[in-house]
T-cell receptor, first 111, second 113 residues
Framework: AQRVTQPEKLLSVFKGAPVELKCNYSYSGSPELFWYVQYSRQRLQLLLRHISRESIKGFTADLNKGETSFHLKKPFAQEEDSAMYYCALGFIGGSQGNLIFGKGTKLSVKP | ETGVTQSPTHLIKTRGQQVTLRCSSQSGHNTVSWYQQALGQGPQFIFQYYREEENGRGNFPPRFSGLQFPNYSSELNVNALELDDSALYLC????????????FGQGTRLTVV
């Protein structure tokens, strides 16, 4: 069955430190992976998707099909990065719809 | 360009009652998906509508039903409410079916007592 696992519920780092939010997925087909972010009192919004290969707000994520991972990385964390981050798996067909979300990781960047 | 809007923002219902949640999709989007987000969990897919037809359904019982209107706005109806239905209900619209960027509303917080 399709599944997204984010092993850390909470990740706390100091400003300027590197950050890596882990995401592993389970899917036998060709996946589309996304990272969504929810800042305090704001709605869930797309941060980046693996297809676009962009760097958004200094974040990057590389799809590793061998390890079935899509970890989110940023070399130097900023306080404004504090938010809830969700990894999501997208695929076509079946009864699962188009996005399966992980449980999320709360990133806290301390000054 | 208007974003996804949901109403109401908060709602309290009694077990056994019925509830209707509403969503206006983003301008130009023809696909609407509904998600349930329980406390401490990620959003869980309920169903998706594309051009007024249900286009995929998650693991939710039939008492969760929906509609999409010609203007692509949507409703989520839940009958015979249970305590476990208490959650944040999110609506997301997108410009096409399948895996693509989804634009989320702010959600409706439903509390069943």
């Amino acid at each position: 069955a399709q599944r997204v696992t984010q092993p850390e519920k909470l990740l706390s780092v100091f400003k300027g430190a590197p950050v890596e939010l882990k995401c592993n997925y389970s899917y036998s087909g060709s996946p589309e992976l996304f990272w969504y972010v929810q800042y305090s009192r704001q709605r869930l919004q797309l941060l980046l998707r693996h297809i676009s290969r962009e760097s958004i707000k200094g974040f990057t994520a590389d799809l590793n099909k061998g390890e079935t991972s899509f970890h989110l990385k940023k070399p130097f964390a900023q306080e404004e990065d504090s938010a809830m981050y969700y990894c999501a798996l997208g695929f076509i067909g079946g009864s699962q719809g188009n996005l399966i979300f992980g449980k999320g990781t709360k990133l806290s960047v301390k000054p | 360009e208007t974003g996804v809007t949901q109403s109401p923002t908060h709602l309290i219902k009694t077990r056994g009652q019925q509830v209707t949640l509403r969503c206006s999709s983003q301008s130009g989007h023809n696909t609407v998906s509904w998600y349930q987000q329980a406390l401490g969990q990620g959003p869980q897919f309920i169903f998706q509508y594309y051009r007024e037809e249900e286009n995929g359904r998650g693991n939710f019982p039939p008492r969760f039903s929906g509609l999409q209107f010609p203007n692509y706005s949507s409703e989520l109806n839940v009958n015979a409410l249970e305590l476990d239905d208490s959650a944040l209900y999110l609506c997301a619209s997108s410009s096409k079916q399948g895996p693509t960027e989804a634009f989320f509303g702010q959600g409706t917080r439903l509390t069943v007592v």
